[in-house]
């Protein structure tokens, strides 16, 4: 029987960063990988194969950077664990002895139980590079006109606007909620967001469920919650995802449905010679410590850099997830961190809030500039320590609010994000004057006296 | 006599955040700003007069926003100040009583005392839009073709670099260090800048000094410390700046020639009366508490925020710098924060570093990516402290830094940095699997074990 120490099950983003968390530490140790695809696609890359990348291929993430590292990488399915003999069992009978195992299983796209479902031609957006292949196929087969995304958080917003950028297609979302990307957005960006997904001619359904889908064998149409129906060649689904947990239950690891595999701050399942991480496993915020659901590749490579400092002794302890996210939809980037005020609102947090508009780029009529780049920043009353940052504009989004990331984390108050030094320069930020960060926490300051 | 309850002598970054600190405070005081130039230019633009921008007035920073909160904006020149009495005497007789006095009085371009220097077309850098047409016609003028600055730090870089895209000349920078930029920044990006110098066709002359500047009447060319002759019809200084101090040396407070206006954490000079921000004070490290010359806008414009809120109350201390700053040079954007590895080595402060190259963007075929983006960053042994980030790749290179700056500021461990959730997105970031500043921090700590 074949013997390794490290054996991965799991070659997406908390799998890999666990290999490579391991190998920098023990690189005398044998990893291997299994996956039970053919290759790891770039998760959050998955909605530009059907535009920018033009091709499912162009979004792999190469293996070559781990096998050149002596590790291996092989497809397979997990079938079964023997805990007490350290087994793992494997679909084509292959038998694998590990000394410590890592379930890095991901989590599954949900399906809503409507009539329709299961016709033809509706999707959800599974890594999986053969699934991928056949919703790119279905794309570009000549009937496909109408395409209908159901669900406006960032997965079906982005795919909305590759979708329409490939080509002549009509888009609509359907989005429960009042905006799309209320979830992790303040309205203000949710708001811009929106602008930018009309401009490019996309039709947006909010304040809207569905009820069901009808078709002969195929899809057909949508049915609205208000008994509206539009057409609709293709059915996209992004309304998120549960953690991958079966094997987890099946081998008597302490799981949950909707929360995942449970795991302790050093990333250990129930089992001590077995680790979890990424979307299959629970996680907790790092503003209150509460069981939390946010599922990103981000986290997952944070969580599997911790899995692999831990494995051969407890080293660094998890601190939690703030949900960090960004992503860009026409020319807006948009990006949060931390809680929204509705959030607050519904964790009956007291807090204040500061926001700073103004030109990225100073003076404005410099290249590249967005005039309105637009910073919120969400402090707690008491404490005023940092719970949220939300910001809509430049490329340069993502980077902005990971400050704010850093300061939620280590608890920095909006005084000690006014007291930091920063960098600016007329072509890459703000003029120093109302620089994003620096100004909204001295505005929240003073809406706070 | 005129009355006023803030008087501000100096519109610009200092100045103009002074202004707008009191008035966010109290919308109630009467404030005047007076400054000793036609209009404030935005200092880190100035360089972009000369090549995008391609015009001085583009590059004002308007008044509206000062006037339409009620206050005045004047040009004049301070000649004294009688500080028992509270008055301030200005050139052309006029007379103002303050209750509080700010000095925001900037700094002046460093003049080497070198032979030729006072020969026609010569000039430095000043903030006078008066002065900075004058280079604006000699650089338009038809027998100007080779430019000379003296001086690579970043406002020589950024002056050579607008200059050659302007059009037809022959640029050079002398530079007395190894390489450019390096007084702030690590040198794989001093390096990866002087790629793109060259790239542009700009001739660069590293580990030289200059002589003297010879010509009849008006400069004909530029004498190196090794001999060498070479043609200049026109140089440009950018060789450092020294603080703005006459005035206050004049009404006895305590300055020196070299760090500026003495002022304590309140940013209060030694007459309690009148306090001086921005290029003209006295500044400290964030790191080491020790005495800094770092002269920015960014300092310039928090300095004055402080100011600003201590006025009628002292209400919150000045934390120092950590000589956050961030440029472009071609195509590369490059970042700097704390200290550089050199500086460590001076100081004698034992630390360790951690690096991280990557994409961008993931997958780094997407749109705007910048292959090879290198973040280093700098722990201090023992404490585990960040005290430097240096940042060299694309147009996020700014906001990045900052978020070391940050950490700088509140004494962050490199686990500190990587124990945070950040947001990536493809088109925004690199991969979680090595974005800059999560694995720039983890490989630091690798390194140091």
Redesign the interface.
């Known amino acids: 029987m074949e013997k390794t120490e490290v054996l991965i099950i799991g070659g997406s ?1 908390a799998g ?2 666990t290999a ?1 968390s391991v190998f ?2 023990w690189p005398e140790k044998r990893i291997q990988i299994i996956r039970n695809v053919e290759y790891t696609v ?1 998760p ?2 998955i909605p ?1 194969i059907y535009g ?2 033009d091709s499912v291929k ?4 190469g293996d070559q950077g781990f096998l050149s590292k002596g590790m291996s990488i092989n497809q397979k399915h997990l079938a079964d664990v023997d805990r007490s003999r350290k087994i793992a069992f494997f679909e084509d009978g292959e038998q694998i002895e590990y000394d410590k195992l890592i379930l890095a299983l991901g989590s599954t796209p949900k399906v809503p139980p409507i009539e329709g479902i299961g016709l033809a031609n509706v999707f959800a957006i599974k890594k999986d590079p053969v699934y991928l292949q056949t919703i790119y196929e279905a794309l570009n087969f000549e009937g496909v006109k109408d395409v209908v995304i159901i669900g406006g958080g960032f997965i079906g917003v982005e795919m909305a606007e590759q979708v329409k950028m490939r080509g002549d297609y009509h888009v609509s979302i359907v989005e429960a909620l009042p905006h799309c990307l209320m979830l992790n957005c303040e309205e203000f960006a949710a708001i811009k967001a929106e602008k930018e997904l009309e401009t490019l001619g996309i039709n947006l359904i909010n304040s809207t469920m569905v009820q069901s889908i009808s078709g002969d064998n195929q899809v057909e149409s949508v049915i609205l919650s208000d008994g509206r129906s539009i057409r609709a060649d293709m059915v996209l689904l992004g309304i998120g995802s549960s953690p991958n947990i079966g094997i987890a239950e099946k081998i008597g690891l302490e799981a949950d449905p909707n929360l995942g595999i449970k795991v302790d701050e050093f990333m250990r399942t129930s089992d001590p010679s077995i680790y979890a991480c990424g979307d299959c496993c629970t996680k907790f915020s ?1 503003i209150d410590g509460k069981p939390s659901d946010v599922r ?7 969580e599997g ?1 911790i899995a692999g400092s831990n494995l051969f002794s407890p080293d ?1 302890k ?11 939809v026409g020319s807006l ?1 948009i ?3 931390g809680y929204t005020e509705k959030q607050c609102q519904e964790k009956g947090i007291e807090y204040y809030t500061g926001s700073m508009a103004a030109p990225d780029r ?2 404005g ?4 500039c967005t005039p309105d780049m637009e910073m919120k920043l969400i402090f707690e009353k008491g404490s005023n320590r940092a719970i949220g940052g939300h910001v809509a504009g430049g ?9 704010i ?3 939620i ?2 608890r ?1 108050t909006a ?15 703000g ?3 109302v ?1 994003h ?2 100004w909204a926490a ?1 505005k929240a300051i ?1 809406n706070s006296k």
């Open positions: 983003a890999l960063a490579n920098a530490r770039i959050c890359g530009y920018f990348l162009k979004n792999q993430l790092a990103l590749a981000s986290v997952a490579a944070l850099i660094r998890n601190q939690g997830v703030v949900g960090s996210f960004c992503t860009k980037s990006a949060s961190t100073h003076p009529s410099l290249p590249d490329v340069q989004a993502g980077d902005m609010v990971n400050i990331a850093l300061a984390h280590n920095l005084e000690q994000i006014v007291a930091t030094q920063y960098a600016t320069h007329p072509l890459l930020t003029s120093p004057l620089y960060v620096l001295e003073l």
